[in-house]
């Protein structure tokens, strides 16, 4: 590595930032076991064990190698996601413990979720993800119809009790998805950019989220982001997690013609053509399940 990273050795773990960072602090949560250090959003995210508990620590303030803003912009979004967690809270939601300021950084602590991510771009990426055996997403693509439809109904759910707190989903992608393949439970992480209705795309193409998901207002500068566009969300998560993700053809889907009729309609491209909620959206799908 060239002279400009620096090199950090805590605990178990090892990584490396663009500038130098205070981690005195994190002693004090406990012992490091784990650190996930290639976000593109600018956190930097520990596992961490104290007295026999588990805790996910997500920390704004350090300049991970792959992030290439200001950290003040990384500290100001997990400010600003503090009051998400606690309006969104969930039983499915990973639970914020705690909160508070670090130096010139902000440090959130989370209940750990023996589940894995689904989108481990870290440790498979490209091909990677779609056929190593190892693979999170490859694994949870084996799992029955029947333990995938469960898992999609966790999710579609969670969002319906967004819609009903007066929320929408914001780059909500497999990577908010955790899944324990031990008990086939599954989780929602990583909901820091949802956002209180109304709302507009503020950001042009560059709206937050993964292509695989994001609605075609999700690319245009000004639009509405609400429940409609939601909508879109959960019927593209479908596709990738039941289907060919952007292939959307009845060909690649793997569950009843009912379900897809369902998806197809919730990916429409015009917005009038779409469910108009996450609820109606939710109320088809769990009739197609019943045909």
């Not at 704004?60 to 998400?84: E, F, H, Q, W």
Request: proline share 3%.
């Amino acid at each position: 590595m060239s002279e400009k990273y620096f090199t950090y050795e805590i605990d178990a773990v090892t990584f490396q930032l663009q500038e130098p960072c205070d981690f005195a602090w994190l002693s004090k949560l406990g012992r490091v076991f784990k650190v996930f250090d290639q976000q593109d959003s600018g956190n930097l995210s520990f596992g961490v064990e104290k007295e026999g508990q588990k805790y996910f620590v997500k920390f704004a303030g350090a300049k991970p190698l792959t992030y290439d803003r200001n950290p003040s912009d990384a500290v100001d979004n997990l400010i600003k996601a503090i009051p998400i967690y606690k309006e969104l809270e969930s039983e499915v939601l990973i639970y914020l413990v705690s909160h508070f300021e670090v130096g010139v950084g902000y440090a959130a602590v989370f209940e750990w979720f023996e589940g894995e991510c689904l989108h481990s771009h870290w440790l498979f990426a490209g091909e990677a993800k779609l056929n190593h055996p190892e693979s999170p997403f490859y694994r949870y693509k084996q799992l029955s119809i029947e333990k995938r439809l469960a898992s999609l109904d966790v999710i579609f759910a969670f969002h319906e009790h967004v819609e009903l707190q007066g929320y929408v989903a914001v780059d909500f992608y497999d990577g908010s998805i955790l899944y324990n393949f031990a008990n086939d439970e599954t989780r929602i992480c990583d909901i820091d950019f949802y956002r209180p209705k109304p709302t507009v795309n503020d950001l042009g193409e560059n709206f937050w989220g993964s292509s695989r998901f994001k609605s075609p207002e999700e690319f245009i500068l000004g639009a509405p982001i609400d429940e409609v566009t939601n909508v879109f969300n959960m019927g593209a998560t479908s596709f990738v997690l039941l289907g060919g993700a952007s292939d959307r053809s009845f060909a690649k889907w793997e569950a009843s013609e009912a379900h897809y009729e369902v998806a197809l309609r919730a990916v429409s491209l015009e917005r009038e053509q779409r469910y108009q909620s996450v609820a109606e959206f939710k109320l088809a799908w769990d009739r197609a399940g019943i045909v």
